[in-house]
């Protein structure tokens, strides 16, 4: 069969590029000084108000290169042999704590502690001292996705998403809402394009008759049955498939347990994130920001994406099955993966999070997100079970909703 002699194809071309081709995405400065392109000091920051990197003496602002561009991350996914991995895509290793940095001001040696910071000054020279090379601890990504949004905008967005729910909100939520403790936040991505060939087989069914027939049930009754009759197809489809950057979480703490599945979930719908416009790493970005380090490497998401790139596949197909009105059912399904291409990625979110007060230690936290480039808003916000009542009661819905409050802690939007 043609998908067979297909698959067997690519599978044997991904055997021969099994090699692993690394794109160096450094910015090519030593670690230390990270210098004003026009005056050479070090005091430099992210302004949101510019939306670009600002140094405080010169008021130069720029921005750095687009990452796809720079290292040529964008060329043609249909030409994608093997895998190809950003530097920044490198396996993290938990040993590296410190590194020291050699400060080429004043020649002292630094020590930096990069489990908690990027940068640090030199305490004799007081220059700023930076991370600008893709050390492998997961803290140093290929690319960063600036913040757009302010933080005020992000209030804004945080307070009418809470607003709109005041009614079934609990009344400390709102109150103790406190706009300082929004914070912002870059979370690590893996981006992922592939080059793959896909193969879907199953059975499609076609209605050719629909009847009834009226069946006699005991001495008088009468019962009537819906028959139909179908031609059963076997169904294969074959295509060549190329997925442009797929997105996956790549901090574990997100599918950990129950509690921070909540955030996983608010995170996940606040994307998409247009992370082709991500910029060429420069610590300078992080700073007045927390972020979130990577401790997934790309063999822990590699199941996951497979099941993406499936699932893409059989969306791709829904539309070439459409005469089968009584569906298809596909038994055997795969990709053969010809090439991937991965690229390590922050991308912005304004986060804020409340925990009960009422409750104590351990209480679930909630969360409320805002997507840093869009504005995007999802949450969990605690409810308060009374108001949740009442509202039913007049609705006529009590039944159904005092059945689902057993178990109910949080409710999302
Ligand atoms: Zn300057
Ligand atoms: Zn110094």
Known sequence: MLGDEAVARAAEAAAGHSSERIIDTSSGRDDGLNKCPRCGSTEIQYSLTAKALVCSYCRHSWNEDIAEQRFGLDSSIAELR??????GTADVREDLTTVTLKCQGCGAEIVLNVDQQMQARCHWCRQTLSINSQIPNGAVPDAVLPFLLTREEAVERIDAFAGKRKTFALGRFTQEFVPENVMGVYIPYLVVDGNMHAVLRGTGEVTTREYTVRRRVGKDNYVTETYYDADV???????????????????????????????????????????????????????????????????????????????????????????YDRGVRWKEEGVAVHGTRWVSIYVPVWLYSYADSA?????????????GRTGTTMGSVPVSHPKIFAASCAAGAVAAVVGALAGLAYMFF
């Not at 104590?360 to 997100?369: F, K, Q």
């Open 82 to 87: 093997g895998h190809t991995m950003a530097s």
């Open 233 to 323: 197809y076997a169904v294969q489809r074959a295509f060549d498939l190329l997925v442009d950057d797929l997105t996956v979480e790549s901090a574990s703490r997100f599918d950990a347990d129950e509690n921070e599945e909540a955030t996983n979930n608010i995170l996940n719908a606040v994307q998409p994130y247009d992370t082709e416009n991500a910029v060429t790493y420069n610590s300078n970005y992080l700073k007045g920001f927390t972020s979130e380090r990577r401790d997934l490497n790309v063999r822990d998401v590699d199941a996951e994406v497979e099941d993406k790139f499936l699932a893409i596949a059989r969306a791709k197909a829904t539309p070439t099955i459409s005469r």
């Open 359 to 371: 409750k104590g230690e351990g209480a679930l936290t909630h969360y409320i997100a805002v997507n």
